[in-house]
């Protein structure tokens, strides 16, 4: 049998699950089973931080100097208007910018003690441990169960039982396992936005990352799917840490822990951080008279 050298031969593997399934029970819609998390009010210990960050698209500056840190197993939600660098900021935690032509970063991002600008980080690793979810749902033009397995073959997993035991606890995590078990092989793109947006989330948990990034992962989904988003976001917190884009004020004080306030500044128009810190205190008693008239409307 010719071995497999390239993307293209496994993918065009018919049995990369054991055709054996679990028994699929769809006795209910939206399913979720126990987590193993953490508790939800997280102690402040870092497991990022930023110090002095800019971040330039050729010789404009985007970003200028944000310092802050991301603790471990809370949610951290960046607000602020549009186009202030929160997605630039975000995109920067795992060197997505990297694949930006003419995108450069100065400053330090520490991730676990270690500068991840540093010319030995490892950017597959990393981005393996600090995994993204996007604005719009992006499942891969595969099947459902491919959009699993795709990314732990690239990752080295390729022994079926580790693959069929991760693709269903993944499922399983983001409520997708009871809706989709009696048909993997369909069209990823056959799922309703929602479902997409949660197989992306699954896809990102196959890797076992331990920093989930989320830029506006709702904005996207009508609002019954948006709820239900918001749910498993909850539910993720403590056995993730999790960083998340929200225009959503609501949201973000529903969910966060702690909250980041970027604004931009008017002359350069440059985004900076304005105010970081615990979320309750970002909306019921920010220090900063932006950050001030910005929550105004999400009191009460």
Not at 27 to 48: D, F, H, M, R, W
Request: glycine share 6%; charged share 20%.
């Amino acid at each position: 049998m010719k071995p497999k050298s390239d993307m293209t031969d496994y993918l065009n593997d018919r049995e990369v699950l054991n055709p054996a399934q679990p028994t699929c029970d769809k006795s209910n819609a939206y399913t979720l089973g126990p987590l193993q998390t953490g508790p939800y009010c997280c102690i402040p210990e870092p497991v990022i931080q930023v110090k002095d960050l800019s971040l330039f698209y050729g010789a404009k500056r985007a970003l200028d100097k944000v310092t802050l840190a991301i603790y471990r197993g809370c949610i951290t939600a960046l607000i602020g208007p549009s186009g202030c660098g929160k997605t630039s900021f975000l995109s920067a935690i795992n060197r997505l910018t990297d694949l930006i032509p003419d995108c450069r970063v100065e400053g330090a991002v520490q991730f676990e003690g270690d500068d991840i600008y540093d010319a030995t980080c490892n950017v597959q690793q990393l981005r393996k441990r600090i995994g993204m979810v996007f604005q719009k749902p992006t499942p891969f033009p595969l099947s459902i169960q491919r959009n699993i397995v795709l990314p732990l073959r690239e990752h080295g997993i390729t022994q079926r039982a580790d693959i069929q035991v991760i693709t269903e606890q993944v499922l399983s995590d983001v409520g997708l396992w009871d809706e989709v078990c009696d048909r993997l092989d369909a069209p990823a793109v056959s799922l309703s936005g929602g479902q997409q947006q949660r197989l992306c989330i699954a896809r990102a948990l196959a890797l076992d990352p331990q920093i989930l990034l989320m830029d506006e992962p709702c904005s996207a989904l009508d609002p019954i799917a948006s709820s239900v988003v918001e749910d498993l976001i909850n539910r993720l917190s403590g056995r993730y840490t999790i960083v998340i884009v929200t225009h959503n004020l609501a949201q973000a004080r529903r969910i966060a822990n702690y909250a980041a306030f970027f604004w931009v500044k008017e002359r350069e128009r440059i985004g900076h951080l304005v105010e970081f810190g615990h979320c309750r205190d970002i909306f019921e008693t920010p220090t900063h008279p932006l950050t001030a008239a910005y929550v105004s409307g999400a009191r009460g």
